[in-house]
């Protein structure tokens, strides 16, 4: 398989796998309440081939679920399969600046914050001093689109008029819009084509899953703009790489898929 960039992972803790919010995806997914072990999140990623996984930090209103220093503790212990993914406490914008700021120079990827988790769409205020710091610091901004697997509101993933505004707003910002989002398609793909610094990534889906508008799209002109993503633990990489072939996609086509557009996007080292 080509080289294979995974850039959604969670190496998720027990404080993280005993949220509530998880109840639906538990239920759907047949994943374990307990949180896998560094060993098998490994063994995952090597089962589909995926070279570099990135790793997800996460904090919501509650505070924080898998904090970035132990992010940072698993990419020091691992520099040649992980890289991070910070995130940030939106309530506390100037803490929020400095973090983006810390974590990056000590090798950080991009920034994730989560709108279902908040309940707050990506146009609100608290985001905008964030998108500053990922500008200045050259790294993507990674949320979610789309409706929500977890019982919380899917109205703040809703591409058009949320990200569209932040868009418009930043045109430096470069975004990755993970979860594909559905069922806003028409949006997601409307958004790339106004924007070359929003991209898509498939975290969470099969990738026989896939919208077929998404695929069509993957196929041609948006070939450069959609990255391979899992979103381990919910779903393994090779569950979501399991059907591949069935998108009959083209060499270069999957290749940009697979792992090129990662390493462009997230400047990673080849």
Same mark, same amino acid.
């Given at each position: 398989?080509?080289?294979?960039?995974?850039? /959604?992972m969670?190496?998720?803790?027990?404080?993280?796998?005993?949220?509530? /919010?998880?109840?639906?995806?538990?239920?759907?997914?047949?994943?374990?309440?307990?949180?896998?072990?560094?060993?098998?999140?490994?063994?995952?990623?090597?089962?589909a081939?995926v070279?570099?996984?990135?790793?997800?930090?996460?904090?919501?209103?509650?505070?924080?679920? %898998?904090?970035?220093?132990?992010? =940072?503790?698993?990419?020091?212990?691992?520099?040649?399969?992980?890289?991070?993914?910070?995130?940030?406490?939106?309530?506390d914008?100037?803490?929020?600046?400095?973090?983006?700021?810390?974590?990056?120079?000590?090798?950080?990827?991009g920034?994730?914050?989560?709108? /279902?988790?908040?309940?707050?769409?990506?146009?609100?205020?608290?985001?905008?001093?964030?998108?500053?710091?990922?500008?200045?610091e050259?790294?993507?901004?990674?949320?979610? %689109?789309?409706?929500?697997?977890?019982?919380?509101?899917?109205?703040?993933?809703?591409? %058009?008029?949320?990200?569209?505004?932040?868009?418009?707003?930043?045109?430096?910002?470069?975004?990755?819009?993970?979860?594909?989002g559905?069922?806003?398609?028409?949006?997601?793909l409307?958004?790339a084509?106004?924007?070359?610094?929003f991209?898509?990534?498939?975290?969470?889906?099969?990738?026989?899953?896939?919208?077929?508008?998404?695929?069509?799209?993957?196929?041609?002109?948006?070939?450069?703009?959609?990255?391979f993503g899992?979103?381990?633990?919910?779903?393994?990489?090779?569950? =979501?790489?399991?059907?591949?072939?069935?998108?009959?996609?083209?060499?270069?086509?999957?290749?940009?898929?697979?792992?090129?557009? =990662?390493?462009?996007?997230?400047?990673?080292?080849n």
């Amino acid at each position: 398989m080509a080289d294979v960039v995974d850039v /959604w992972m969670q190496q998720p803790n027990q404080r993280f796998m005993d949220q509530p /919010w998880l109840e639906t995806l538990v239920r759907w997914t047949n994943m374990s309440r307990r949180a896998p072990q560094l060993r098998a999140t490994l063994d995952a990623m090597d089962e589909a081939g995926v070279r570099v996984g990135l790793l997800s930090a996460w904090h919501g209103p509650g505070g924080a679920l %898998i904090t970035n220093d132990e992010v =940072a503790e698993l990419v020091a212990a691992h520099p040649d399969r992980f890289a991070g993914v910070a995130t940030v406490d939106l309530t506390d914008p100037v803490r929020a600046v400095r973090e983006v700021r810390r974590c990056v120079r000590n090798g950080f990827v991009g920034v994730r914050v989560v709108p /279902w988790l908040w309940n707050l769409p990506p146009n609100d205020r608290r985001y905008y001093p964030v998108y500053v710091a990922c500008v200045e610091e050259d790294v993507p901004f990674c949320t979610q %689109i789309g409706h929500t697997g977890p019982r919380c509101p899917s109205e703040p993933g809703r591409p %058009i008029p949320y990200l569209d505004e932040v868009l418009l707003d930043f045109p430096e910002l470069v975004v990755v819009g993970g979860h594909v989002g559905y069922p806003w398609m028409a949006e997601v793909l409307s958004l790339a084509t106004k924007y070359p610094n929003f991209h898509v990534d498939t975290s969470a889906y099969a990738v026989h899953r896939l919208p077929a508008e998404l695929v069509e799209f993957m196929r041609d002109r948006g070939r450069t703009r959609v990255m391979f993503g899992s979103n381990y633990p919910m779903l393994t990489p090779a569950q =979501a790489l399991k059907q591949l072939p069935a998108l009959e996609l083209g060499v270069s086509a999957r290749e940009a898929f697979l792992g090129g557009n =990662a390493r462009r996007v997230f400047a990673l080292p080849n």
